[in-house]
């Protein structure tokens, strides 16, 4: 039975565009976008530079798309867990629940997100940049539960902006070896750190 192709892969993406496509990934979340060549990326791929040039008019329009694709489907999870659930505590396990798993399912993509999105970010289509990680964030951490005398100890905006935090610097930290995985072995952990700082 034969593996499901990464969430950077459409359906109808033909064969050559399939290993472009993971060639350029696995190239450009190990070495950087300045450290990948279009001829790097035809060696990996075993296609030749016209053949690249055929799906992808350049190296930046390759990389723009895979980021563009990552973002789209990480962002799509992440809001549909949310919405699927009826409280902010099952909200919050379920958009935790859900990066945790695709940083286990798919590493190189998510590491390739988060490296690249200063680069890559002003580049991607403006449905992507309305559509933002720290914009879901933000949302969720305002459903939070008010205290017991109605206010907010910390601002919704730092809130989602520890909690993207935390789970970028995990991923890096799983990535590199400092903590065993999985990811999603510290779900529980992270969900009751989060809650704590919604409060």
């Known amino acids: 039975m034969g593996s499901m192709p990464p969430f950077y ?5 033909p064969p ?9 990934m696995k190239l450009f979340s190990e070495h950087g976008l300045a450290g990948t060549s279009i001829r790097d990326i035809a060696r990996e791929s075993g296609y030749t530079n016209p053949a690249l040039y055929k799906h992808f008019a350049s190296k930046e329009e390759l990389a723009v798309h895979l980021f563009e694709t990552c973002h789209h489907r ?8 949310i919405e699927a659930a009826t409280t902010f505590d099952a909200k919050l ?17 998510m590491a ?10 002003p ?24 205290s017991r005398h ?6 919704p905006q ?22 065993p995985g999985p990811a999603t072995r510290w779900k529980a952990d992270l969900v009751a750190l989060f809650r704590q700082v919604s409060a």
């Open 9 to 13: 892969i459409s359906d109808d993406d």
């Open 16 to 24: 050559a565009k399939r290993h472009i496509l993971r060639a350029a």
């Open 74 to 81: 990480l962002w799509t999870r992440c809001s549909a867990a």
């Open 93 to 109: 396990d379920g958009y935790v629940g859900q990066i945790l798993e695709l940083v286990d399912e798919h590493p190189e993509a």
């Open 112 to 121: 390739f997100l988060s490296e690249s999105a200063r680069v890559l970010w």
């Open 123 to 146: 580049k991607a289509g403006a449905t992507v940049r309305r559509r933002t990680m720290i914009g879901l964030a933000r949302d969720l951490m305002s459903l939070a539960p008010r």
């Open 150 to 155: 109605g206010g907010r100890v910390i601002n």
């Open 158 to 179: 730092v809130a989602a902006a520890c909690m993207q935090g935390t789970l970028a610097e995990l991923a890096r930290m799983l990535q590199v070896g400092v903590i």
